[in-house]
């Protein structure tokens, strides 16, 4: 008797646990296949694409990469510094100003700290994309917009209220009297500030930079309103684009968008262990 | 002693002067801009004239911006349903001992909400293609040729359609949050009702469900902040067509305002996203709140 329910138990375990392997195995090759398909594709040729869209590349060509590459109407390079030189300028102004804002609205008292606090907090409750007429009206007016360094502000200031607040609840777990202890050596408060609580501040700050580097990277809709020179325009923008010069030749656009992928693929499955747990930190505290 | 390590005011001021000024130059001034204009009537030109409410009469009666805002409740709860839905149910596979390759699951689920929603789309977008896309060339491979359509052109399925893409990019990242929170759980509490005889699913709902709900309750607001909104997917794979059939309120506004060049309309709409976004956010919040709190009482 008992040992016959050990056998159905185990068939039942073993039943459920093909079940449940099946379904996450399923779930994981539909998040990365497309990602293979379009690598392999792109080593197609249009004709051959279009011939068989499944079917792995027969005379695997790199007809695709040197046509985008060559063609100089596409603007694919410009358009991959004009991302990497923004997203980078964005993110270490980003993690210099949370650090700055998020330690002095933490540790110093004054009389406007609580409006700061409250003025960031809104900013991140704010729906961004409310405002993506009126910053369109406002940069038009300044004579700001379609310049090289447009997209810094829209991309500095929505990400700085998640930096702050990351930056403020780590400050807090510092203990004061490092600083006290400081200021009696002498330390003044930039030197404290950067040669003390900067290095242990760290792990926080590479958490925020995490974070900004793919939304900066990713960014869309405010590219798209304040950027129209395409000497300027950022990869997602060209992106689109392409969308219209290659409407047929998918094997052209697919590779196309594994060059733009790429920094980011390669940056995610380097440090994917890292990048999954500063994007779950900054999800779930700010 | 706090005294020894206060910096003077000067110092502070310089510290922030320039992240503040800019913050308060890209998010409160457009604000401010946004609804002083959508009190006139400027279709982007030098002429502007004031019509005090006209606008916002008119934005009462858009039935567009109307079915815009629908959509995006819509996509709201899809993905509330579909992301966070699966995304625990996926949790909970992942978390059995019978589970194997628990790292790749996670590297590989959370893959795709890092890559641009531009991407995302245009991927969809080939798969959904009427001569080259995945849907129709396996249909035709199983010899069903007669279900072959242009999806994107069906007014009737396009919304599902775009929120297929949207629900399967994030089913990763929330599946991700909610195994961190679920990681914290000590195993005595599971074990302690396994051999109190209690099933997978009672544990799920009983024990896993109420000691993670926090986690959750975060996962419900960024999820309904992300799809209120969206805006990137929609524009790529079909700009709120056929017809207004997929129409949400960012994208409602950008063609208002880009497409028509009305600025002063367009304005209106803005301020409206906002108020509506808010509403919406702080809503569900209370909601939440007063739901959780009837159960602890």
Same mark, same amino acid.
């Given at each position: 008797m008992d040992a016959n329910y050990g056998q159905t138990h185990k068939v039942r375990r073993g039943i459920a646990g093909f079940f449940m392997n099946f379904v996450l195995l399923a779930f994981s090759i539909s998040c990365i296949f497309p990602l293979v398909w379009m690598l392999y594709s792109s080593f197609k040729e249009k004709r051959a694409f279009n011939a068989?869209?499944?079917?792995?590349?027969t005379k695997p060509t790199l007809i695709n990469y040197t046509r985008i590459l060559s063609n100089?109407?596409?603007h694919l390079g410009q358009s991959m510094w004009n991302s990497v030189r923004t997203t980078a300028i964005s993110i270490i102004l980003i993690v210099a100003f949370s650090f700055i804002v998020g330690y002095i609205l933490s540790r110093v008292k004054f009389k406007l700290n609580r409006v700061l606090y409250i003025m960031f907090l809104m900013g991140m409750l704010i729906?961004?994309?409310?405002?993506l007429v009126p910053i369109y009206i406002v940069f038009q007016r300044c004579g700001i917009?379609?310049?090289?360094?447009?997209l810094l502000l829209p991309y500095v200031s929505f990400g700085l209220p998640m930096g702050i607040f990351l930056v403020e609840g780590y400050v807090?777990?510092?203990?004061i009297s490092l600083e006290e202890a400081a200021a009696i050596d002498g330390s003044s408060f930039s030197y404290t500030l950067w040669h003390i609580i900067f290095p242990i501040c760290q792990p926080i700050l590479v958490t925020v930079a995490i974070i900004q580097v793919f939304s900066c990277w990713n960014e869309f809709s405010f590219a798209l309103v304040l950027i129209k020179d395409v000497a300027l325009q950022t990869v997602p923008l060209a992106l689109t684009q392409f969308k219209g010069q290659f409407a047929s030749d998918y094997p052209k656009q697919m590779a196309a968008m594994l060059l733009t992928m790429a920094p980011i693929v390669v940056l995610y499955f380097a440090f994917s262990k890292q990048i999954i747990k500063g994007m779950v930190a900054g999800a779930v505290k700010g | 002693m706090l005294n020894s390590i206060k910096p003077k005011g000067r110092t502070v001021f310089l510290y922030l002067v320039i992240p503040v000024a800019a913050f308060i130059f890209t998010v409160f001034i457009p604000l401010i801009t946004s609804l002083v204009y959508s009190f006139f009537d400027w279709k982007g030109g030098p002429n502007k004239s004031f019509i005090g409410l006209d606008n916002y009469a008119q934005l009462f009666k858009d039935s567009t911006f109307w079915l815009a805002f629908s959509h995006n409740i819509y996509l709201v709860i899809a993905c509330i349903i579909g992301q966070i839905g699966i995304a625990f149910v996926l949790v909970l596979m992942i978390n059995s001992?019978?589970?194997?390759?628990k790292t790749m699951h996670r590297t590989f689920g959370f893959f795709?909400?890092?890559?641009a929603a531009v991407c995302i789309g245009l991927i969809w977008n080939m798969i959904y293609?009427?001569?080259?896309g995945l849907i129709n060339s396996f249909l035709e491979a199983i010899g069903r040729?007669?279900?072959? @359509?242009v999806w994107l052109n069906n007014t009737k399925l396009v919304m599902l359609l775009v929120t297929i893409p949207l629900i399967w990019q994030y089913i990763g990242y929330y599946m991700v949050i909610l195994l961190s929170a679920i990681s914290s759980i000590s195993t005595e509490v599971l074990e302690s009702a396994e051999i109190d005889g209690a099933t997978g699913f009672q544990k799920a709902i009983y024990i896993t469900l109420p000691l993670i709900k926090n986690t959750v309750l975060v996962c419900v607001t960024l999820c309904i902040a992300g799809n209120m909104k969206a805006f990137d997917n929609i524009y790529v794979m079909t700009a709120g067509g056929p017809g207004n059939a997929s129409m949400v309120m960012a994208m409602y506004g950008y063609q208002v305002s880009f497409? @028509?060049?009305?600025m002063g309309y367009g304005s209106c709409i803005s301020v409206a996203i906002f108020v509506l976004s808010l509403i919406v956010i702080g809503g569900s919040q209370f909601l939440i709140n007063y739901i959780t709190r009837e159960k602890e009482a």
């Open positions: 068989d869209v499944m079917g792995l590349p100089s109407d596409y729906p961004i994309h409310s405002l917009s379609n310049q090289w360094f447009t807090k777990t510092i203990p | 001992r019978l589970v194997k390759l795709p909400s890092t890559i293609h009427n001569k080259y040729k007669d279900l072959c @359509q497409g @028509q060049s009305n």
